[in-house]
């Protein structure tokens, strides 16, 4: 941040009175701006033991599958949120059955939620965000084209979890040396 949103003025970063780590602080106005991490909310669908994946179609990551999620908006819930990601990458409509997985990614600012839910049809299809929409089994999952380590770790959750029934809420932080490589590619020499 180079400028106030408030006032246009010159922003410098510095630690405001009573805080404890730097903030981009209006000169002018006195206006600080507090940077907060992005939440992503998404669902897992299913469908008699098949999961919904879809195949990007935008950067970062394009072709590479994921579960339908994204960033949130203000006004909604993570909820709302997560019917509305599916509904705009998959058209999926889906009924919820309660927050599933939670990942913590401080690295890179980032926190994300999963439900776990079941497809209410199947008129599914590749929103604007999407090249393909599929359903796969255990055994047929891309697992080397998944675009996210936080979509892997879902899916293995679930595969797991299905054999008990018991589908707990999962909750991890996922701490990643900096890199300019996705954590599942190898780094380059």
């Not at 408030?6 to 510095?14: F, N, R, T, Y």
């Not at 469908?47 to 949130?72: D, N, Q, S, Y």
């Not at 999407?130 to 595969?159: C, G, M, N, Q």
Request: hydrophobic share 35%; net charge negative; proline share 6%.
């Amino acid at each position: 941040m180079n400028f106030c949103s408030q006032c246009g003025h010159k922003v410098s970063l510095e630690i405001p009175e009573g805080d404890d780590r730097k903030r981009h602080v209006c000169g002018s106005c006195e206006t600080i701006h507090y940077q907060n991490p992005n939440i992503i909310a998404g669902c897992l669908p299913i469908h008699e033991g098949k999961v919904l994946l879809c195949k990007r179609a935008i950067e970062p990551r394009h072709g590479f599958w994921t579960l339908p999620a994204g960033f949130m908006e203000n006004g909604e819930t993570t909820e709302q949120g997560a019917l509305r990601e599916s509904w705009e990458e998959a058209r999926a409509n889906i009924d919820v059955h309660g927050l599933y997985t939670m990942f913590n990614l401080p690295q890179i600012n980032q926190v994300y939620l999963f439900y776990r839910g079941t497809l209410s049809d199947l008129n599914f299809g590749a929103g604007t965000e999407s090249l393909e929409v599929a359903l796969f089994s255990e055994d047929e999952i891309p697992w080397r084209e998944l675009a996210f380590p936080v979509i892997k770790k879902t899916l293995k959750h679930y595969f797991a979890d299905r054999v008990s029934g018991e589908y707990p809420i999962r909750n991890e932080d996922l701490i990643y040396p900096k890199f300019t490589h996705t954590p599942d590619e190898p780094q380059k020499s």
